[in-house]
């Protein structure tokens, strides 16, 4: 049962265009992650949060931004989208301890044409 | 650092046979292990997890997993193997971090492929 949702499921969007991806969790949990995952790839975190109002980026350089005004919510944003960010973006949760399993949500294919 | 090595993108077993998806990490301290699974455009799922308890970890779906630390390896297994299983599978290893976030560091994944 998903209770972390990611829309939209699939975008086709145009270079240059703004846009953003959702994610909400409806655990409660402190801490959120966004992934970027293409075919054949390891999963790369872009960027995580560990509580309201803080934001860290990950190990896989994006230029895509996030922000953590409330708990439940974690969007990520791309001001101009290209065709290198076609991938599929998947978000995640997970409660606190260092041993806290992630959840996920079912991800978003972004496709920029 | 720590990273996961999954030797072999793609394993095919035939229905009924053992799995057997092998995971190799490397970690400067103690590690958390992982494995998850992902059908067709869906998220992770989360199968087992070791957190230096008991080495051998029984998960969902009937599989299970053993730390060996001498191996440094945490391999994946499943006696009888099921049609349902065909999926990627993703092993991945965390350690606490400095600051309050701990980050999970993910294989490659493997794809297993059940025949008939």
């Known amino acids: 049962e998903a209770d972390i949702y990611q829309t939209p499921r699939y975008l086709v969007i145009g270079t240059g265009k703004k846009i953003t991806l959702e994610c909400s969790q409806t655990m409660g949990h402190d801490k959120m992650y966004w992934y970027q995952q293409d075919p054949g790839m390891e999963l790369h975190l872009i960027h995580y949060s560990y509580g309201v109002n803080s934001t860290e980026k990950g190990d896989l350089s994006s230029e895509s931004t996030v922000s953590r005004i409330r708990t439940e919510h974690f969007p990520l944003t791309l001001e101009s989208a290209r065709p290198s960010h076609t991938s599929q973006y998947l978000c995640a949760s997970s409660d606190r301890g260092y041993n806290s399993p992630l959840h996920f949500g079912n991800g978003t294919r972004l496709t920029v044409t | 650092a720590q990273s996961v090595t999954q030797l072999g993108s793609h394993v095919s077993v035939s229905e009924g046979a053992l799995v057997l998806l092998r995971c190799n990490y490397s970690?400067?301290?103690?590690?958390?292990l992982f494995w998850y699974v992902q059908y067709p455009n869906q998220g992770l799922q989360l199968l087992l997890k070791?957190?230096?308890?008991?080495?051998l970890v029984k998960g969902i779906n009937g599989f299970e997993a053993e730390f060996k630390k001498s191996e440094t390896s945490f391999h994946l297994t499943k006696p009888s193997a099921h049609m349902s299983d065909a999926a990627e599978y993703f092993c991945?290893?965390?350690?606490?971090?400095?600051?309050?976030?701990?980050?999970?560091?993910f294989g490659t994944g493997t794809r297993l492929q059940v025949t008939l």
């Open positions: 070791y957190t230096s308890a008991a080495t």
């Open positions: 991945a290893v965390s350690s606490i971090n400095t600051g309050t976030a701990s980050k999970l560091t």
């Open positions: 970690s400067s301290v103690p590690p958390y």
